[in-house]
């Protein structure tokens, strides 16, 4: 183990597309791959960034805090978003007084909104990435679900299941709570599922919905209040042999790494409390993660290896070899901010567009949490015909962990 600690994947060296899987009759031929893709969010209440500020003061009755106004106008303007969607209406907040006092006892009204809200975005983009992939909902064998929006038992993922109609013996996870990286996180888990058990089709679902951490402009949580936004996305992941009818495969996931940054657990956070859940964002989450992108991605693209020499082994893919290597990939990294994303572009020395469907997600969508990384899969696979071979994909979150995954775009 290195100074910063690791988790692998089952240790696939990165070789080109041909089945790097240990042979067996129990283990799948080939990499997985994503099958089939689909986004969701909530239809009713679309909010223009330039009038979220004075909309959140005048609903939850705090125009006087004029100062407090001024300042999360300010932050607004910085975000890069130009629009969010939410699931909570202003109706509702009439009729609920108590999501915006900070005092109130709320958690049980918040859980109860969200306990069939969530599965039920959920529901809408697991249902575009079933009809891309082609074949029916009975044939999906595990689900692996993320959310931090939804708690109980039965839980969202179970919710799901039924919502779909997926077989009683569908092997279900649910990830909580692990915030913006629960989308890479849920994938990685996916890929291994689908090498490991040959013939699998794994469900990744994420939805998010911020009405468990809605809360008054006084309650400290200005900047999540400019970044957060709701939205589900879900991904079937499958590794060959591929049936008839299949959708072929999108982006190979061909390696998968995370790391927890030491010493950085103050720096995101969530807390739970009977008033609903408090965000923590430290304000040296970008430079935390500027700081440790580059390793975490040589990391990924060694297989895994936590030899820290940059030998250009057996394992690199030839773009990353050369000069500027870094821009032969393609970039699937999720938009948590704006000064995140511009952090990468200096560190990594990337091309502008490099980042351009990132930004763009998070212009049309904000930061959706574990959901939002499945919109810039969504988005780089329709300019699919203008991406290099090779691709890294980025999710950070509470820990700070990242998640890395390398992925390859099949011609
Ligand atoms: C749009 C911001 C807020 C401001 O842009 P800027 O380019 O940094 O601009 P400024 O440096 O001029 O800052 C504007 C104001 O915002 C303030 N500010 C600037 N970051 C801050 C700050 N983290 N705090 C509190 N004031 C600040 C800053 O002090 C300043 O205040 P003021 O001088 O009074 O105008 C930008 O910094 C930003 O997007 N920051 C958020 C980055 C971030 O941490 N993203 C989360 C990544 S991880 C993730 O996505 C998952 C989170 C998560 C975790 C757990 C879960 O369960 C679920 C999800």
Known sequence: ?????????????????????????????????????????????????????????????????????????????????????????????????????????????????????????????AAKAIAEWGRPASEITHLVFSTYSAWGAPSADLRLATLLGLRPTVSRTILSLHGCYGGGRALGLARELAENNRGARVLVACAEITLVCFGGPDGGNLVGHALFGDGAGAVIVGAGPFRDGEQSPIFEMVH??????????????????????????????????????????????????????????????????????????????????????????????????KLAASRHVLREYGNMSGATIVFVLDELRRRRSLLPEWGAMLAFGPGVTIETMVLRCPR
């Open 256 to 353: 998968a790494t995370q790391t927890t940054v030491p010493k950085t657990e103050h720096a995101l956070g969530m807390q739970v409390s009977g008033s609903g859940v408090d965000f923590h964002l430290a304000i040296q989450v970008p430079t935390l993660i500027g700081q440790n992108v580059e390793r975490c991605l040589l990391h990924a693209f060694r297989g895994g290896d936590d030899d820290d020499n940059d030998d250009g082994g057996a394992h690199l893919p030839s773009p990353l070899s050369g000069n500027g290597k870094w821009n032969d990939l393609f970039w699937a990294v999720h938009p948590g901010g704006r000064p995140i994303l511009d952090n990468i572009d200096m560190v990594l020395k990337l091309e502008p567009e």
């Open 1 to 125: 183990m290195g100074s910063i600690g690791t988790a692998n994947g089952n240790g696939n060296g990165i070789g080109h597309g041909s089945a790097p899987v240990a042979a067996g009759r129990q283990h799948a031929e080939g990499p997985a791959a994503m099958l089939g893709i689909g986004t969701a969010n909530p239809t009713g209440v679309e909010v223009p960034q330039n009038v979220f500020a004075e909309n959140l003061f005048r609903v939850t009755k705090s125009d006087h805090l004029t100062e407090l106004q001024q300042k999360l106008t300010r932050i607004c303007e910085k975000t890069g978003i130009d629009k969010r969607h939410f699931h909570l209406t202003e109706e509702t907040l009439v009729a609920h007084p108590e999501l915006y006092d900070h005092d109130a006892q709320s958690l049980d009204n918040r859980l109860a909104m969200t306990v069939d809200a969530v599965p039920k975005l959920a529901q809408c983009a």
